[in-house]
């Protein structure tokens, strides 16, 4: 067990709905991701969280919605999502202390947008 | 931003051969390179990784080279086995800066 649990696991949700991605991280580190997997693309870094603070917003969709209210957990806020945001979203963990830590990944959320 | 590059693709080899995948990234400042592993329905996982000051280091079977000069780096896997098959990802990081650039992935495939 890496220590990264997300839930739901499988979302299916229609483009007027409103649902939400947590994560949890049992690691004890201070910094959190949240990435989006597509089919023969990169992951994508949407949002990093530093100490609660949010330090990266990689030109994210406002219907994309982070929040991170201990360094523990983090939140994906979704509403008015499109089909083409159907993808694995993972969620990602890493202790910062002036050399870059390991990532360690959630299961990750599988959504679907009807 | 930084730009990192992965070929092949797709890979397939039979069971005992070698196994190379390579990345290119753009921003030299980059000093942090993982791979991660990820099979299929799983998380990704680090396999190994390598910082700048080092260039080359292995795990068992797991090697990575660095040629800081050229801006490229690779993953070396031998005597590979069926339970190597999954998607490899490879990355690119500065520290401090909390940004893992990734690289589109290889699936490779270990034919017994």
């Known amino acids: 067990e890496t220590g990264v649990t997300q839930t739901p696991r499988h979302l299916v949700m229609g483009m007027t709905n409103k649902k939400s991605l947590k994560c949890e991280q049992h690691?004890?580190?201070?910094?959190m991701y949240w990435y989006k997997q597509s089919a023969k693309k990169p992951l994508e870094l949407m949002f990093v969280?530093?100490?609660?603070?949010?330090?990266e917003n990689n030109s994210v969709p406002s219907r994309f919605s982070p929040e991170c209210p201990n360094s523990s957990h983090l939140f994906l806020h979704l509403h008015t999502l499109q089909p083409e945001d159907s993808a694995l979203y993972l969620c990602?963990?890493?202790?910062?202390?002036?050399?870059?830590?390991?990532?360690?990944f959630g299961e990750g959320s599988r959504l679907t947008v009807l | 931003g930084e730009n990192v590059e992965q070929h092949p693709s797709t890979l397939s080899v039979q069971e005992g051969d070698s196994a190379v995948i390579k990345c290119t990234y753009s921003?030299?400042?980059?000093?942090?390179f993982p791979w991660y592993k990820q099979e299929l329905g799983k998380r990704p996982q680090l396999i190994i990784d390598?910082?700048?000051?080092?260039g080359e280091k292995k795990d068992q079977r797991i090697a990575v080279t660095l040629n800081k000069t050229a801006k490229h780096f690779s993953l070396h896997i031998t005597e590979t086995q069926p339970e190597d098959s999954a998607v490899y990802f490879c990355?690119?990081?500065?520290?401090?800066?909390?940004?893992?650039?990734f690289g589109s992935g290889t699936k490779l495939n270990v034919k017994p």
């Open positions: 390598i910082r700048s000051n080092v």
């Open positions: 921003d030299s400042a980059s000093n942090y």
């Open positions: 990602a963990s890493s202790q910062e202390n002036g050399i870059t830590g390991e990532l360690f």
């Open positions: 690691l004890g580190h201070n910094a």
């Open positions: 990355a690119a990081e500065r520290d401090n800066f909390n940004k893992f650039y």
């Open positions: 969280y530093n100490f609660k603070e949010q330090t």
